[in-house]
């Protein structure tokens, strides 16, 4: 059998490999000779069409001395939006490609090159696009120092942090590699270290590497974010404390922002996670998070950056609002108390950033409701391309299907009061929004440790331009882009429905949290099982209005009304929203827990199937990239299997009822591989670590942040 030549999949859906005689004759009478536009972004731009060229042996480029000249025409037109672009074809042989702005032409020529890449005639080309989210992000949870529990990017497996942190001057080829990527796919914005964020990310000498690091980006129309921790005044500063309203804080972090300036001219801003799962914040000194998030937003503000506040928040305590248990002991409400109060009362230059579901990135979680209840915010909807609770990088799982459906969401029940979709309200003009994902990007050659990773990065940016356009649009040609025609179709089929797949035989119907404390990556409900509100009367938990914690009322009425109902509420999230007896009869008859059992059989068969489909494949595709997958999925339906033993034993063990064809009981071997010694070390570690940095920060004793367990 004859191979294509081996590929790392370093190039990602970059790929210019060479073209046929026949697709070099269709390219070469007018895109190899180019005007220069006097622009950052427009440089790169011309670069990656010089490289296109080469790579797909059209010819070297021609400069062109001026536009008349040139076949492919690059120029701004400043009545177009600044990050958009307009291609013209005029049928004799030249194409322009027009930007707003130099980002604008950028995004032009990236969809160009790709449609080129996909075989695409010129007349075809002919378009006009503009970018939904005024900022689209990438969050990197990535750590200056090694954790020695997560390693250098927090809970992420298949490798670590691709920025090298003793040294962010070095000059790495990758970072500007890292930068064309995102920004072929119009991602604009990147904060690089994570939200557990270490005080030294703001030292003088970070903040030089910063600077280099920044003036890669900037070629690539990509602005920098940095994660600070709200106690660095003290850890940084040698202040007493870092409470908000002291004169002297503040003046630390605008001595600090102006420090950034000097070196980084449009340095997007800092991300804050405060007050949750025992990092330090306003609560630590009495404040609320106005106040916490008023202070460093401005000393951004004069230099015109944005701060983003996280909104991920639980734990604290909700006493002194009379509220009943069943409603504080669900941690979707949390959030909700903690910050509904204060919609509108955010500094112009804040912006929330709200995890798209409540609880956390759990598989397939219902959208968060605080989008629809803080309308007078700047809100930044933060998804995870990370697959924390969704098989890390070892599962093939396809996520854009999901965050289609929450970037839709009729987040404030648009048909009563012209509301809108989780995607409008980050988009509104007089309130720019953004939105965001924790990056899955590490220093694996292939960039994701998963190759077929990427398409989760690759939609990603295109949903966050576009948020309406068809997931499977996008995943075709992502699959076309990377593997190529022939295997294209192939590898989007096992693509299209694998995130459904994952979520079946992990936390099918809207389970939540049944995987280990330490990486989210095993099952253990013996362990953790409390979220998942499973016990022997029943599975899931109790959120409706009537019986349970209440969550479902903060819902636009309509959709509160559809999954109040356990009849009505649709099955991918019922276990979410109720608890119900193991025996619930389902809508055709089948009782829940054998809907279970037979939900993780189906998914490891799925996986099964997966493989199979994948080694009718060989031959489409380099042998190197195929045999990587290849591998891959062989670990996946291993791990599944492993997902499906153990959960379906458990549920057995506990609802007593059996599996009605046989498969799973309560006697079956219990392959237990808990890491508890390690974990409760680590736990043991790092709560010390905790209680020494509260003394260090001078807490006063306000409202506690609780220690979690993250
Ligand atoms: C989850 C995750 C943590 C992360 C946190 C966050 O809890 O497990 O590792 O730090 O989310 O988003 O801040």
Known sequence: MQFPPDESGYEAWLRYPPKSAEG?????????????VDDLCAGSALCEWARAMRGWGVGKLIIAASEETAGVVFALDRNLPAEGWRVEWSGDGRLRILGGGGSGLLYGVMTVLGRLQTGAAPAQLAGESAPAAPLRMLNHWDNLVADPVHGSIERVRGGDTIFDWTDLTYPNPRYEDYARMLASVGV????????????????????????????????????????????????????????????????????KADEIYAKIPDFGGWLVKADSEGKPGPGTYGRGHVEGSACLARALAPHGGTLFWR?????????????????????????????????????????????????????????????????????????????????????????????????????????ADGGGTIAELVARRELPGAIAAVANVNNSR??????????????????????????????????????????????????????????????????????????????????????????EDGIGTDRTMKTGSGYIGWYPPAFAAL????????????????????????????????????????????????????????????????????????LQEQHAARWRDLVCR?????????????????????????????????????KARVAKERAQMGAEGGEESRVAVK
Request: contains cysteine; charged residues 25%.
């Open 311 to 415: 909104a991920f928040v639980y734990g604290r305590s909700l006493a002194g609002r009379g509220l009943p248990e069943r409603v504080t002991r669900d941690r979707a409400n949390h959030p909700v108390y903690e910050f509904r109060d204060l919609d509108g009362c955010f500094d112009e230059n804040v912006i929330l950033q709200v995890k798209c579901s409540a609880v956390d990135f759990q598989t397939w979680e219902p959208a968060h409701v605080l989008f629809g209840l803080m309308r007078r915010t700047r809100l930044c909807v933060e998804f995870a391309l990370t697959k924390e609770y969704a098989g890390l990088d070892v599962h093939a799982g396809w996520e854009a299907p999901y965050f289609r459906d929450v970037l839709n969401f009729e987040a404030t029940g648009a048909a």
């Open 446 to 535: 292939n960039w994701f440790g998963h190759l077929l990773h990427g398409a989760s990065l690759f939609s990603f940016g295109r949903q966050a331009w576009a948020p309406r356009v068809e997931a499977r649009r996008i995943l075709d040609e992502w699959a076309e882009r990377t593997f190529g025609a022939t295997a294209a179709g192939g590898v989007a089929e096992i693509l299209a429905d694998s995130y459904d797949t994952v979520a079946s035989y992990t936390m099918p119907m809207g389970l939540t949290y049944i995987s280990e404390f330490l990486h989210h990556f095993d099952p253990d409900p013996w362990e953790n099982h409390q979220g998942a509100g499973i016990g």
């Open 188 to 255: 604009n914005a990147v904060c690089v270290n994570n939200v557990n964020a270490e005080p030294e990310i703001l030292a003088p000498e970070t903040i030089r590497g910063l600077a280099a690091l920044a003036g890669i980006f900037r070629r690539w129309g990509i602005r920098l974010w940095v994660s600070v921790n709200f106690a660095s005044p003290v850890f940084l500063g040698g202040l007493r404390g870092a409470d908000p309203l002291d004169p002297e804080v503040a003046a630390w972090w605008r001595a």
């Open 563 to 634: 999954v109040e109902n356990a009849e009505t509420c649709p099955e991918r999230v019922l276990l979410y929203f109720h608890h119900l007896p193991w025996t619930h009869r389902l809508a055709d008859g089948e009782t829940l827990i054998q809907r279970l059992y037979d939900g993780y059989a189906d998914g490891v068969a799925t996986v099964g199937e997966y493989r199979r489909r994948w080694r009718a494949l060989l031959g489409t595709m380099d042998l190197e990239r195929w045999a990587h997958v290849a591998e891959k999925l062989a």
């Open 24 to 36: 070099r004759a269709a390219l070469a009478p007018f895109l190899w000779v180019a005007n220069r």
């Open 650 to 686: 458990y549920l057995a063990e506990v609802s007593g009822v059996a599996d009605k064809r046989g498969r799973f009981s309560a006697r079956m071997p219990s392959p237990h591989n808990r890491v508890r010694t390690a974990f409760w070390k680590a736990v043991a570690d790092y």
